[in-house]
């Protein structure tokens, strides 16, 4: 028993996120030279690693759809409460940060990970198959979603992309209706429609190549999960300055700093949408993109709508042209390729042509 003790606390998945948040509370708020970043990046990667292993942990022992929801839900509780605070703590600065993240993790995982996902399943057996219903209705409520709250904002009749008081809380309490509402869906009337299935469509309800973790030791995981995420969200914080000091002498415009920091936040979700992908699970894949797009926009907007109360200057929400364009194209292109239920490496390299060109447009508007 010592013996396995022991080996638990030098168990690298457990002693990096540890190490990762003790470096964040040494360093938070404070200007570091360059070997100090060094080493909060590389803590920063080994939790991102940390956090996966732990997801997977937790998904196999609750099963699917469960395992991606608590992936997905405790990157974007983390995430909206580093806006919150950067908004709360600097409003002049940040009146459209919640914008530009919400746009950016939309971007990414809809693109980004749902694309790498499909190219990774079509890759292992030449056609990546999912569940079209639950795809499909998980879809229609992100764009649903991103069209309340980031698409109808440029077309009120307030001065600037922004919402009036009581149009900012119509959009709070319906994003918050409609992501509960597809939470209820996906862990209970219509469960099997989030399941992964096989060639024939028939759905795969368990994994068949390993035993379960015992209670305990997904519960620990879980512990250690919330624990790498806060350290990779803290992190990336801390590393923000010389992100953005590297951003500036690239030229590159500030709103390019949302895009790197929404990047390294959503590694943990992209590493185990890949790794599903790879295990031929691309309905679990497909699960994690999609539900941290509708949980990034279903819970950032009633927060930021709570701190609005407290803040300063207007909330800018409305999306620009170009970003209008890219919006639509990827609903357009999502739609079209969820329907059938089947994806080839078309489709996937798609996808990732599009993030490539939000990314792209982002550096060089």
Not at 31 to 43: D, I, K, T
Not at 83 to 100: F, G, Y
Not at 184 to 210: K, M, N
Not at 307 to 331: K, N, V
């Amino acid at each position: 028993m010592p013996a396995l003790l022991r080996s638990r606390l030098t168990d690298w998945t457990v002693a990096v996120p540890v190490l990762a948040v003790l470096m964040l509370l040494v360093t938070w708020g404070r200007e570091l030279p360059g070997p100090v970043v060094v080493v909060v990046a590389a803590l920063l990667g080994g939790a991102v690693l940390a956090a996966v292993h732990h997801a997977e942990v937790v998904a196999h022992r609750v099963g699917e759809p469960y395992g991606s929801l608590v992936l997905a839900v405790a990157v974007t509780v983390i995430e909206v409460a580093l806006i919150v605070t950067l908004m709360i703590s600097a409003p002049e600065k940040t009146q459209s940060l919640a914008r530009d993240t919400v746009f950016a993790a939309v971007m990414i995982t809809c693109n980004g990970i749902l694309g790498l996902s499909l190219l990774l399943g079509a890759l292992r057996r030449r056609v990546a198959v999912f569940n079209p219903e639950g795809t499909g209705g998980a879809l229609a409520t992100v764009v649903t979603l991103a069209t309340l709250s980031l698409v109808i904002p440029t077309f009120t009749a307030r001065p600037g992309p922004q919402f009036s008081p009581a149009q900012l809380a119509f959009a709070a309490v319906a994003s918050l209706a409609l992501y509960g509402l597809f939470v209820l869906v996906q862990t209970g009337r219509h469960r099997d429609y989030f399941l992964p299935v096989d060639s024939r469509g028939q759905v795969i309800d368990a994994e068949e190549h390993a035993k379960p973790p015992t209670a305990r030791a997904a519960l620990v995981s879980l512990g250690l999960l919330l624990v790498a995420l806060v350290a990779v969200v803290g992190d990336a914080k801390t590393v923000s300055p010389t992100i953005e000091a590297g951003v500036a002498a690239a030229n590159l415009p500030h709103a390019f700093v949302g895009v790197i920091i929404a990047l390294l936040v959503l590694l943990p979700e992209t590493l185990a949408a890949a790794r599903a992908a790879r295990r031929d699970r691309v309905q679990i894949s497909l699960n994690l993109a999609l539900g941290s797009a509708m949980a990034s926009i279903g819970l950032t907007i009633p927060a930021i709508a709570i701190a609005s109360i407290w803040l300063d200057g207007p909330l800018l929400l409305g999306l620009g042209g170009t970003q209008l364009a890219l919006l639509a194209l990827t609903a357009v292109t999502a739609v079209l390729t969820v329907v059938p239920g089947r994806a080839n490496v078309l489709q996937g390299g798609v996808h990732l042509v599009l993030l490539a060109a939000f990314v792209f447009l982002a550096a060089s508007p």
